[in-house]
C-alpha cells in the first residue's frame, strides 16, 4: 500500500462538490468584473522566483520544490503572480494588450513542514491586474475580493490595508524598523536576528511570542511616504469608503515578499485555528514587470488560499443529493433491457444509474437510497413483459408501472414538480 506525500491532499467525491461550488462562484464574480482567466505552467524556471520573491524570503530560501534536470533549475510554483507576470511579458502582452486582468485558480507547492492548513500543495485563487497605477484599480482588486468572500458565505474576516510606499519609501521603512529594533536584538529569536540584516519586515510578522512583545512596541508612523504615495494610499481609502467596505489601516501589514509596494492588504479570519489568520492577501508590485524585464508599469493582485477559505467555511453541509434515478434490474435479460434504458434516460439529459454489484433488490435498494435516488426503476419479469418499468418515487414513497416510451416525458415532469 501506498501513502500520499505528506502534505497533500486527497479531495474526494463528497468534497470536491464545495470546490466546484467556490471556482464556479469565482469564474461568475471574475467574469462580471471583466477579469479573464490564465493558466499558466505549473513548472518555471527556479531563477524566475528567486528573482521576484527575493532571494532572503522564507519561500526561496527553504520552501521551493527544486527539480534538476542536468543543468537546469526547475521550481514547481509556490505562487502565482511571478509566473503570470513572466507569461504577461513573453507573450508580449505589454505591447499588444497593455493593461490586462487574469485571474487564476490551481495548485501550488511548498516544501513546509506539513501542519494544519499549511499544506505542501495548496490551492490559489487569485487575480493579477498589470499595467496601472492608478488607485482606483487598487479598489476594484480589494472590493472585488470582498465580494468573493461574500459570495462564498464566508463572514467573520476584516480587511486590513497598508501601504509600503514606492522603493525609496520602503528603505526608509526599513531603516525605522532596523532603528527601533536594533537595541533590542538580543530579545529577538534566533529567526529575527537573521531577518534583521535580511529581511527586516518578517519580524513583523513573526509568531514568537517575544518578538511579538517588542514588535507591539514599535511606533512606525507614516512619515515614511514620499508626497506621491500617500496621495495614493489616500485615494485608494477614499475609494473604499465610497464603497462602503469596512476595513483597517494595520501600519504593521509588510508582507514578506521583496517584490510588494505601496498597497497591501490581508483579509484576517479569527477562527481558523490556525497560527497564520490570513485568509488571502495581496498588493501592488509596481517593480516587478520592470524587475522582470518588461516596461515601468503598475501591478496589483490577492490570492486566497482555498484550503483556508474551507476551514472558514465551516463543515459544508452534506452536498445537496441529486435527483438520480437509479435502476434496479432483475436478472439477466432485464440487465441488458436495462442498458438501452440507461441509455435513452442519460440521452435526454436525465441523471441516471444502475447497480454493477449484482446486488440483491435489497441491497440494491439500500444502495440507491445512500446514493439520494429521487426515483428507483425496478425491471423485473413482469415489467419486460408489459414493456414498462415500475417507478418508485423515493421522496413520496409512491410506485407506479410506466411504459417504456413514456418513460422519459415521465420522469422530466415528475422532477419539474
Ligand atoms: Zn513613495
Ligand atoms: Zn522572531
Not at 482567466?37 to 522566483?49: K, S, T
Request: charge should be neutral; charged fraction near 30%; proline fraction near 4%.
Amino acid at each position: 500500500m501506498f501513502n500520499r506525500v505528506p502534505g497533500t491532499k486527497d479531495i474526494l467525491p463528497d468534497q470536491v462538490r464545495w470546490w466546484q461550488d467556490i471556482e464556479r462562484t469565482s469564474r461568475k464574480i471574475f467574469s462580471i468584473h471583466n477579469y479573464q482567466e490564465i493558466r499558466p505552467p505549473l513548472i518555471e524556471d527556479a531563477a524566475l522566483f528567486t528573482r521576484s520573491l527575493g532571494e532572503a524570503t522564507e519561500i526561496v530560501q527553504k520552501q521551493m520544490f527544486i527539480i534538476k534536470r542536468e543543468e537546469d533549475l526547475y521550481a514547481l510554483r509556490p505562487e502565482g503572480t511571478a509566473s503570470i507576470v513572466r507569461a504577461y511579458l513573453e507573450n508580449n502582452l505589454d505591447k499588444t494588450g497593455s493593461f490586462v486582468k487574469f485571474y487564476y485558480m490551481g495548485p501550488m507547492f511548498r516544501a513546509e513542514r506539513p501542519q494544519k492548513g499549511r499544506l505542501r500543495q495548496f490551492h490559489h485563487i487569485g487575480v493579477e491586474a498589470i499595467g496601472s497605477k492608478e488607485p482606483e484599480i487598487d479598489v476594484e482588486v480589494i472590493a472585488l475580493a470582498d465580494t468573493l468572500l461574500k459570495a462564498y458565505s464566508i463572514q467573520g474576516y476584516s480587511i486590513l490595508i497598508n501601504s509600503l510606499g514606492c522603493p525609496k519609501d520602503k528603505k526608509e521603512l526599513t531603516r525605522i524598523l532596523r532603528d527601533n529594533l536594533k537595541d533590542k536584538l538580543e530579545q529577538l529569536c534566533p529567526d529575527c536576528q537573521a531577518r534583521f540584516d535580511k529581511n527586516v519586515f518578517r519580524i513583523l510578522d513573526c509568531k514568537n511570542e517575544s518578538c511579538q512583545n517588542i514588535v507591539s512596541q514599535i511606533n512606525i508612523g507614516n512619515t515614511y511616504l514620499c508626497p506621491d504615495c500617500a496621495v495614493h494610499f489616500q485615494r485608494v481609502k477614499a475609494g473604499l469608503d465610497s464603497l462602503g467596505i469596512k476595513y483597517e489601516t494595520s501600519p504593521k501589514l509588510v508582507r514578506g515578499l521583496d517584490y510588494y509596494t505601496r498597497t497591501v492588504f490581508e483579509f484576517k479570519h479569527g477562527q481558523l485555528g490556525l497560527q497564520q489568520d490570513a485568509l488571502g492577501a495581496g498588493g501592488r508590485y509596481d517593480a516587478l514587470v520592470k524587475e522582470l524585464g518588461g516596461p515601468e508599469t503598475g501591478a496589483i493582485g490577492f490570492a486566497f488560499g482555498v484550503e483556508r477559505l474551507n476551514l472558514a467555511a465551516g463543515t459544508p453541509e452534506a452536498a445537496l443529493k441529486d435527483n438520480l434515478v437509479y435502476l434496479v434490474t432483475l436478472g439477466e435479460q432485464a440487465r441488458f433491457q436495462g442498458l438501452k434504458i440507461l441509455a435513452d434516460l442519460r440521452q435526454a439529459g436525465i441523471k441516471a444509474d444502475t447497480d454493477y454489484e449484482n446486488k440483491s433488490l435489497k441491497a440494491a435498494m439500500r444502495k440507491a437510497n445512500d446514493l439520494g435516488a429521487g426515483f428507483v426503476l425496478i425491471l423485473g419479469d413482469d415489467e419486460l413483459k408489459d414493456n414498462a418499468v415500475m417507478v418508485k418515487d423515493m421522496k413520496n414513497s409512491t410506485q407506479e408501472k410506466v411504459p417504456l416510451d413514456k418513460l422519459g416525458d415521465y420522469l422530466a415532469n415528475k422532477g419539474k414538480s
